[in-house]
């Protein structure tokens, strides 16, 4: 990512706003956070402006800080302020170096780079652009705290990423996010359904064994960027994902690394073509009612919404 080109970009379209004025282009509220959050945008504007390659790293963040007299020390060392203006500025996570940044405003800042609305068609390419943010972010090799706080973020990122692909579809009362840490386990978003609510477990680039510990027998689908087609070409492995209560995993249509990106392939097809080889001899995969089981995250929306249409009392997951 070209930090240069996008400072230009972002400063001409308004996204990085003058901080010259206390309240610079409505962004700031007259909140007691947003006036701190401005504190610490100077700072990191004025930064930004006379570093000509655009960056600004993370690890000198307290002599940034010591060299500005324009406000309180404490307040611009509080990481909760900084964490704050990324989130009301989520552009400027191009350009901090040596930091985890928060998770909603990556996910901000890559819609902002996307040439189309931020969809099911298109996550694939946005969750592949938020790898590329979260590599360039590092100029060293990140601590083992800041690598385990990385997989948390990545993990967060993935969730927003469909939460917001599937825009009105997650309407709060029908479909919704889990955020009640006592059935969290179950998946990361319900569907109110029959004879059992239908679950969505959001995975990142692999799999693994932790896919299999969502749903305990529930219906439930998984949903992932997964990069490695042979997780799922072991028929023990997908015996137990049926077994575990999954009626589908949606694979990635589109690239989502280097390597597919580079070959011009992607994690369904790789998987379609393993099935479909001589020595497979299978076209599809069926779940327990007889419909594909690998599916296209594209066609998530689509799926989900017929099912959705229905209401509740006739909304079953028998033949999904």
């Not at 405003?105 to 969809?119: D, G, N």
């Not at 009362?173 to 840490?181: H, M, P």
């Not at 992607?266 to 020595?279: E, F, K, L, M, R």
């Amino acid at each position: 990512m070209d930090r240069q080109q996008l400072w230009t970009q972002f400063v001409n379209s308004g996204d990085l706003p003058s901080p010259n004025q206390p309240i610079p282009n409505n962004t700031f509220r007259n909140k007691v956070t947003h006036i701190r959050y401005c504190e610490v945008y100077k700072v990191v504007y004025s930064h930004l402006s006379a570093n000509p390659l655009r960056e600004l790293n993370f690890d000198n963040w307290q002599s940034i800080i010591s060299s500005n007299n324009q406000f309180s020390i404490q307040l611009l060392r509080a990481k909760k302020n900084l964490n704050g203006l990324l989130t009301l500025l989520p552009c400027l996570c191009f350009f901090i170096e040596n930091k985890n940044c928060p998770s909603n405003a990556q996910v901000k800042a890559i819609e902002l780079i996307l040439q189309s609305p931020l969809s099911l068609v298109n996550v694939s390419e946005a969750k592949r652009q938020t790898n590329l943010l979260h590599i360039a972010a590092w100029s060293r090799s990140p601590t083992d705290k800041e690598k385990q706080g990385g997989v948390s973020v990545l993990g967060s990122i993935s969730e927003k990423l469909i939460q917001t692909a599937m825009g009105s579809l997650v309407d709060g009362t029908e479909l919704f996010k889990s955020n009640n840490n006592d059935i969290k386990s179950y998946g990361d978003f319900v569907l109110m359904a029959l004879p059992n609510n239908l679950w969505f477990s959001v995975k990142s680039a692999f799999s693994r064994e932790r896919l299999l510990a969502s749903g305990y027998s529930n219906d439930l689908i998984g949903i992932g960027f997964f990069s490695d087609y042979r997780e799922f070409t072991s028929p023990p492995k997908i015996r137990n994902f049926k077994k575990a209560g999954f009626l589908a995993i949606y694979l990635p249509d589109t690239p989502v690394n280097a390597e597919q990106y580079q070959t011009n392939t992607n994690t369904y097809d790789q998987v379609a073509s393993h099935y479909a080889a001589p020595q497979n001899s299978l076209t599809t995969i069926t779940n327990i009612n007889g419909n594909p089981f690998f599916r296209k995250l594209s066609e998530l929306g689509t799926d989900i919404a017929a099912l959705k249409s229905r209401p509740i009392h006739s909304r079953t997951t028998i033949d999904f």
